[in-house]
């Protein structure tokens, strides 16, 4: 996927109410020229995997999500071979030669493919999102090597399936653990952090219609003040679009102390984060 | 611009960061890909090819700035096109039309550039500020602080921020809570000049003494080597993103086991295994047996001179005690006491460690470390709860202000655990001199550990085993 130069992945990315900062656009930009996947690192919630399906809609390519957890392994990962349809097929067949029937079941008729593989099998080009890659184990990890520097995968009994088409590939992480470096040294590496107040603000209004300028400026004033606080777990982007939708819904046009009390916890997950910012943000009002 | 590049990634090793071969010819790559001459561009695409961890990317942004500095900045600014080397900086000469230096007019200015957001007038602030305020003198050996600090001095920002918040203030009646949020914006930008002078400061540098000079003043350490008994609280923060990952490991070394043919038939498998042999389950296939819960006891020196270590310890028993349910903390003194119900999913760990200080009674006697009566203490106390299945992690530097260190009783904890494992913040050329009792203590410990930094934190993580958890009926 080539575009022009960051400033048109900006343009085509702002079409789909995606709105990138310099950092962003360029590296999505020389992901395509390099070839390369791009690990999008950052905290939940500031549009990682959005990133992933605005790709997927600027450039009309399909969307392939392999959500990863603990526990996955090659079988839900690459490819497994269909085994009920083996059996069926070495009890229908009993006066073959084995060799044949084993040169037979273990053809591409008889592989279940699964997202990576099917990534790279699609005969148009792709977008492969790698979801919460830092949720597998590290040895699992080592399974999407090979598919992310060479873009093939190998299957013993049928030899290296390569690419028909070369996928884009984003993998996302909430650092959750330190990622394996020969991981990260095939990826271009892409930090997203909690936009300021100029970026939020916009957001907002791209994502929230309806909302006029004056509160889309002052939610984004009021996260970035609660973002300063020293939380648990501070507001994404995508609650402070909820919370900009509640206030539309609510319609309020004009945020106070007793508002932002009321709807607080549409920002804030945990109730010793809702306290704290509830008294820090009243408290200096009243000082 | 290639040399510039590999004396570049040269300074981001010396710096610490590990930039490996194929990166640095990555890096390489992506900036023929782009134009060169924008400076934006450059960074992102050094940044995202050459960086792999998000620790590393303040030592990046030190780097860069001192290497590429004198490019001009690109996305359309026509009057920033750097500086070359051979005019260090503009001398008043450049501009003999001009009328003499103005504090004040500088200031209006300058307000006047903050209030409407004019990106570029504060630039040229900026750049007029340093001219007239730093008195920069050519070849002299002095950091960017210096003349950070001469520029700041006469070039009062408190006193600009209170003009700033008065002016965008004045015709509007705000709220006191519409008033904060304005006043965070006033922060805001006035950060946003400061960083400005101090660019502007270091461009200069970089023109006078070269970039190499310049990158080896500005040269701080990495965040996981610095020493944890001198770190900031700034430091300290910013440590709180990687010690998450690191307590989610060490749950998971402790939790390992030697792997034996345990569980139950896993039938499915072995059914599906089957079909190699013809459908006869000759390879029969087991469930991965639970990994087991590992216990965990942290006792945490939180004397005096341990001050900023012990901050750091019981921020990683804050971070831990998500990821085991079955730890137990304990701080002390002269005497011990348990603090494991001040932390927990859900508390806020100001307010903890506010907990720990206020309200653990850790002090018997003067409230100088005696780790011999706190031991005693804790044998006394909890010693009849420790199981063959409780690792004990002791941190401390074992400075006992010369009290008889009564190491038999770590023994006998230690006899009673799993494992003991001793974390000493000291260089190991500082143990057992002065009032340091660490070789009485190491003797009855399964390992003791120089835990100095970050890193060292990480690697004695990354090379733990233990022993495994003995039956009970052997205790």
């Known amino acids: ?287 | 611009m290639l040399g510039i590049i590999t004396g570049f990634i040269d300074e981001l090793r010396a710096a610490g960061v590990p930039v490996s071969m194929v990166e640095a010819i990555d890096g390489m790559r992506a900036v023929e890909a782009i134009e060169i001459g924008d400076r934006i561009a450059l960074r992102e695409t050094l940044r995202a090819t050459l960086i792999k961890n998000l620790r590393h990317e303040s030592a990046f942004d030190t780097a860069f700035d001192v290497y590429f500095s004198t490019l001009p900045l690109g996305f359309g600014d026509p009057e920033d096109q750097g500086l070359s080397s051979d005019a260090p900086w503009p001398e008043g000469a450049e501009h003999p039309e001009q009328p003499p230096f103005d504090l004040d007019l500088l200031l209006d200015s300058l307000l006047e550039a903050l209030a409407g957001l004019d990106e570029e007038a504060v630039r040229r602030g900026a750049r007029t500020a340093v001219d007239e305020l730093a008195g920069m003198e050519p070849g002299r050996p002095v950091g960017g602080t210096y003349y950070l600090y001469r520029t700041l001095r006469r070039l009062d920002l408190k006193e600009l921020e209170e003009r700033l918040l008065a002016a965008l203030m004045e015709d509007q009646d705000l709220s006191e809570f519409d008033q904060r949020l304005l006043r965070e914006e006033v922060e805001a930008r006035i950060e946003h000049l400061r960083e400005q002078i101090e660019e502007e400061i270091r461009r200069r540098l970089v023109a006078d003494r070269g970039r190499d000079a310049v990158a080896r003043t500005l040269r701080r350490p990495l965040i996981e080597d610095v020493d944890l008994m001198h770190a900031t609280t700034k430091d300290l923060q910013e440590m709180e993103a990687a010690i998450e990952p690191l307590t989610r490991k060490l749950a998971a070394r402790l939790a390992r086991r030697r792997r034996k043919r345990e569980g139950r038939l896993d039938f499915k498998r072995t059914m599906r295994r089957s079909l190699g042999t013809g459908g006869v389950p000759a390879d029969p296939q087991f469930r991965h047996p639970r990994p087991h819960r590992p216990e965990v006891w942290l006792l945490c020196d939180i004397s005096g001179s341990m001050a900023t270590f012990s901050r750091f310890t019981l921020q990683f028993t804050h971070a831990m005690s998500t990821h085991f349910s079955k730890l137990r903390s304990f701080a002390f003194i002269d005497t011990i006491d348990e603090v494991s119900d001040f932390f927990g999913p859900g508390v806020d760990f100001g307010s903890a460690l506010q907990r720990v200080t206020t309200e653990a009674e850790v002090v018997w006697l003067d409230g100088h470390s005696d780790y011999g009566n706190s031991l005693e203490t804790f044998n006394a106390r909890y010693g009849r709860q420790l199981t063959p299945r409780t690792t004990v992690i002791v941190t401390g530097d074992a400075r006992n202000n010369y009290r008889p260190p009564r190491d038999s009783v770590l023994g006998e904890i230690a006899k009673a655990a799993r494992a003991l494992v001793w974390l000493n913040p000291e260089p190991e050329a500082y143990w057992d001199t002065g009032d340091s009792a660490m070789s009485h203590y190491a003797n009855h410990c399964t390992s003791v550990h120089e835990v100095r930094t970050l890193r060292q934190l990480e690697q004695f993580i990354e090379d733990l085993t233990l022993p495994g958890s003995r039956p009970l009926q052997n205790a």
């Open chain 1, 1 to 287: 996927m080539n575009f022009e130069s960051p400033t048109a992945v900006a343009d085509a990315l702002r079409s789909v109410d995606y709105l990138p900062d310099d950092r962003i656009s360029q590296v999505v930009f020389l992901a395509g020229r390099l070839d390369k996947p791009i690990l999008v690192e950052g905290p939940a919630g500031v549009g990682k995997t959005e990133l992933a399906k605005s790709l997927a809609r600027v450039t009309g390519r399909d969307l392939i999500r392999l959500q990863c957890y603990e526990g996955l392994d090659e079988s839900k990962a690459l490819y497994e071979w269909n085994y009920k349809k083996q059996l069926l097929r070495i009890q229908s067949d009993v006066d073959h030669d084995w060799e044949d029937i084993e040169q037979d079941i273990f053809s591409e008729d008889f592989l279940l493919t699964r997202p990576l593989l099917e990534a790279i099998r699609s005969p148009d080009p792709v977008v492969l999102l790698i979801d919460e890659v830092d949720r597998v184990e590290v040895e699992t990890e080592a399974l999407l090597l090979e598919i992310l520097s060479d873009f093939q995968v190998s299957i013993p009994e049928l030899g290296t399936m390569e690419a028909k088409t070369q996928p884009m590939v984003i993998l996302t992480s909430n650092n959750t653990r330190e990622l394996s470096e020969a991981l990260k040294r095939r990826c271009l590496f892409l930090h997203i952090d909690y936009p300021d107040a100029e970026r939020e603000q916009e957001i907002l209004a791209a994502r929230v219609p309806g909302l006029s300028e004056h509160l889309a400026a002052q939610v984004a004033k009021v996260a970035r003040s609660i973002r300063n606080l020293d939380l648990k777990k501070a507001p994404s982007v995508s609650e402070t679009i909820d919370w900009a939708r509640t206030l539309l819904a609510l319609s309020i046009d004009d945020v106070d102390e007793a508002i932002l009390g009321d709807t607080l916890h549409v920002l804030l997950k945990y109730q010793s984060d809702i306290e704290k910012a509830a008294k820090e943000l009243t408290s200096s009002a009243q000082a």
